[in-house]
């Protein structure tokens, strides 16, 4: 019985061993091991960054780990990596806690400092960037175009944990042919740079879907873009199918965009610009996210233009089956645009704006809209604004068109909302957190960690995102589970990259808490335990 089992268990080992490897990546200039061409993948003969992530799968497939070790990685890289085994994941991944940053700062024609082709890959835990100096004006002899991640094919994909940061250009390009995706818990920033008749060019995140797969947006914080945040979109006047379908977009931050140009651009929009009335913006879910621009709400700020949330752009191509429900919408005049929508929920959202924009030709559709449970913030109790017709209070709203039955109007000095608003575990970071908080007197906030049931003593860091190279606050977790977050933070070193941006006032911020975990056993030697104990049974 013993010797059966014995071959069970080295077959078991063997297929584990041959089913999941694991490989080594370091710098071209690692002073140790340095990564090269000719290395074969192990910790001590490791790849370069190129040539791990041209594997063939024949030798880095599915279930395999990529570990990238600490270092700054120059170049731009291409990855055509792909996992040919339905439901399982290439990693490419730093190595622990490691910092691992992709340098796009170089002499290349490549320009990306990443770009995706493969399928079913994961990318998790480093830095995406352009360091050093650069120039963010196309006027410039010297300006170039870098984009941060282009994920330009392979569907299936996965991008957690990810800082893409200070490209000029786009932060990420996510297109049609890469349905399925996810992008979890990303930080995309400062990315974009001024065109040459001064206006501000590149989004945080560009995404097309032509796939029936939904593409999920979770989790992200995406801010001080040169132009918009999110745009779910496609300029396309001429389409001949539909391409910008089938998205999640939930808890995630999004704010200040167009703010490094001096003009605040759309948060997120969702839209098609095509005038044939085939590729339309469809079946896309709005959830539980929060969009700002900076507002002195204490003083009922509103004037000027700021849009957080635009729906629709052309008459020919209004968005159908579009949710937008349990928002935080707050900029200026034209916070929420809804400008062309076929079918629309709005349910449970609460909104800070001068007024709602709505063009005329929404009264050809509103019968389809299902609006409910909303609160409207606004500086005139005629809050809806229908170009082409007239200006409507929330009553006239209601009886009208027979929505928004159970949603109230409230000046927007009454604006108000609980001041923590969302706390987030990152899935795949250990004991660590994203902190949304709203105060609009910029009082500090005192924040409960007892729900996420953490232990007394543990030790923590507190990073604002806006200035994340420096630790805000440190302290000790104590008996009642509560940390008090500072809100008033111009005292700080400015932490924005150019002159011109502005840092959200001390109403509103956004942070990320890292707790220090203890463990008296490491996990590994926990499962040798085991193994030790089994070896031990069958008499080793």
């Given at each position: ?138 006027k410039d002899e010297d300006f170039e175009v870098i984009t941060g991640l282009e994920h330009s094919s392979g569907e299936d ?384």
């Amino acid at each position: 019985m013993k010797q059966f089992l014995i071959h069970i268990v080295c077959l078991c080992m063997y297929i584990v061993s041959y089913g999941q490897e694991e490989f080594h990546v370091f710098p071209k200039d690692h002073n140790e091991t340095p990564g090269t061409q000719n290395g074969t993948g192990t910790i001590n003969n490791p790849w370069d960054l190129q040539t791990a992530l041209s594997q063939k799968p024949d030798i880095v497939n599915s279930g395999d780990t990529i570990w990238l070790h600490q270092g700054i990685y120059n170049g731009r890289f291409i990855s055509t990596l792909q996992s040919l085994k339905s439901n399982t994941f290439i990693t490419v991944s730093g190595f622990k806690k490691e910092k691992i940053i992709l340098n796009g700062n170089v002499n290349s024609s490549n320009k990306n400092v990443l770009e995706v082709k493969g399928k079913q890959v994961i990318f998790k835990n480093f830095e995406i960037t352009c360091l050093g100096y650069f120039s963010r004006n196309a006027k410039d002899e010297d300006f170039e175009v870098i984009t941060g991640l282009e994920h330009s094919s392979g569907e299936d994909c996965q991008f957690i944990n990810l800082k893409i940061h200070n490209n000029p250009g786009l932060g990420v390009g996510s297109w049609k042919q890469t349905g399925g995706s996810l992008f979890d818990g990303c930080v995309i920033s400062n990315n974009g740079y001024i065109a040459r008749d001064g206006r501000g060019i590149s989004e945080g995140m560009y995404t097309q879907n032509i796939s029936s797969k939904t593409r999920i947006i979770q989790n992200c914080i995406i801010f001080n873009n040169y132009y918009k945040g999110v745009e779910v979109w496609s300029a396309n006047k001429k389409a001949k199918y539909e391409y910008v379908k089938n998205y999640e977009i939930k808890n995630n931050v999004i704010f200040n965009n167009g703010n490094p140009a001096q003009q605040f651009k759309d948060n997120l929009i969702i839209a098609s610009g095509d005038l044939n009335g085939i590729n339309i913006a469809k079946n896309v879910k709005v959830e539980s996210n929060f969009f700002y621009h900076n507002s002195d709400i204490k003083n009922g700020q509103i004037g000027g233009d700021a849009a957080s949330l635009t729906i629709g752009f052309n008459k020919n191509a209004p968005v159908e089956n579009v949710t937008i429900t349990g928002n935080v919408i707050i900029g200026r005049n034209n916070a929420l645009r809804i400008l062309h929508a076929k079918s629309l929920t709005f349910e449970n959202n609460r909104i800070y704006s001068g007024y709602v924009t709505l063009n005329a030709s929404v009264l050809e559709h509103i019968n389809h809209w299902n609006f409910k449970n909303n609160i409207y913030f606004t500086k005139k109790s005629a809050s809806f604004r229908v170009a082409g017709d007239k200006d409507y209070n929330l009553e006239r709203w209601q009886s009208n068109f027979g929505i928004d039955q159970s949603s109230i109007w409230q000046h927007i000095k009454e604006f108000d909302m609980p001041s923590v608003v969302n706390v987030t575990k990152y899935q795949h970071r250990d004991l660590t957190y994203k902190v949304v908080l709203f105060q609009k007197d910029g009082l500090d906030v005192l924040v409960d960690f007892s729900k996420p049931a953490l232990k007394e003593g543990l030790s923590y860091r507190i990073y604002d995102v806006e200035n994340s190279n420096v630790i805000l606050q440190t302290g000790t977790l104590s008996e009642d589970r509560k940390i008090t977050f500072p809100m008033q933070l111009s005292a700080f070193e400015k932490p924005l990259h150019n002159t011109t941006a502005q840092k959200t006032p001390s109403n509103f911020g956004v942070f990320v808490i890292e707790f220090n975990a203890q463990r008296s056993t490491p996990v590994s030697d926990e499962k040798d335990n085991i193994f030790k104990r089994f070896f031990k049974w069958l008499g080793f």
